[in-house]
């Protein structure tokens, strides 16, 4: 079974500065995807990026980055020029591209990220 | 995106009672739907998986018949809280996808408390 491991249940940051976030997983698979969601308070569960396993090239969206490391099973999110309607709860997940699997997602336990003004 | 609309939002209910929960698919057929627990601080946790039609598959652990699952139609999924109890409260959302391999969208949530 996959697991998914976030070892920082807490960060902060200062505005316009940059965080990274790290998350570690587990699998034997080798055809996969990789997800970062955000829970605001409202708590709905809004994608930040993805990346696939099979792709060398580090996801971006914005100002969203990840440090894909195959070999290490790291999936790391680094976040750039913070801003306050960043602070939220980050999750990252797992999802194996094995159609029988039906999509399901295995989550981290969470980095609450505060955002300093 | 598309969207995923839950319903209701938040319900508070009397111990021993069920409730329902809704779960839409408003642009798009969903031909699998999840549903997830959140207790507060911590990670999502799968209850069960259902596909259209079919019975849904549960997460060991996970009381089929206290937590009724029903996806009846493609846009629909419900999941029905039986005889809750307080230790039932929590928060629960839903996902839903459509055609293999696409991303999984999530509901708002429902915020359960069972007094």
């Known amino acids: 079974a996959q697991t998914v491991t976030q070892s920082q249940p807490e960060m902060s940051v200062q505005e316009a500065e940059t965080v990274t976030l790290s998350c570690t997983y587990d699998?034997?698979?080798?055809?996969?995807?990789l997800f970062w969601y955000k829970q605001p308070p409202s708590r709905q569960m809004i994608l930040v990026i993805r990346?696939?396993?099979?792709?060398?090239q580090n996801a971006t969206e914005n100002r969203f980055s990840v440090n894909f490391q195959k070999a290490a099973k790291s999936f790391s999110l680094k976040i750039s020029d913070s801003q306050l309607g960043d602070a939220a709860m980050y999750f990252c997940?797992?999802?194996?591209?094995?159609?029988?699997?039906?999509?399901?997602?295995?989550f981290g336990e969470g980095t609450q990220l505060t955002v300093n003004p | 995106g598309a969207v995923v609309s839950q319903h209701p939002s938040w319900v508070i209910c009397k111990s021993g009672t069920s409730v329902k929960i809704e779960c839409r698919s408003l642009?798009?057929?969903?031909?699998?739907m999840f549903w997830y627990r959140q207790f507060p601080k911590q990670s999502l946790m799968l209850m069960a998986t259902?596909?259209?039609?079919?019975?849904?598959?549960?997460e060991q652990g996970v009381e089929k018949d206290k937590f009724l699952i029903n996806h009846a139609s493609l846009t629909l999924s419900t999941l029905t809280v039986t005889s809750a109890h307080p230790e039932d409260s929590s928060f629960y959302i839903c996902?839903?996808?459509?055609?293999?391999?696409?991303?999984?969208?999530f509901g708002q949530g429902t915020r359960l408390t069972v007094v």
């Open positions: 996902s839903a996808k459509a055609i293999p391999n696409t991303e999984a969208f």
């Open positions: 699998t034997s698979e080798s055809d996969y995807y």
């Open positions: 990346q696939e396993a099979y792709k060398q």
């Open positions: 997940a797992y999802r194996t591209r094995r159609e029988t699997s039906g999509s399901r997602l295995t």
């Open positions: 642009d798009f057929q969903a031909t699998t």
């Open positions: 259902s596909n259209e039609g079919s019975k849904a598959t549960y």
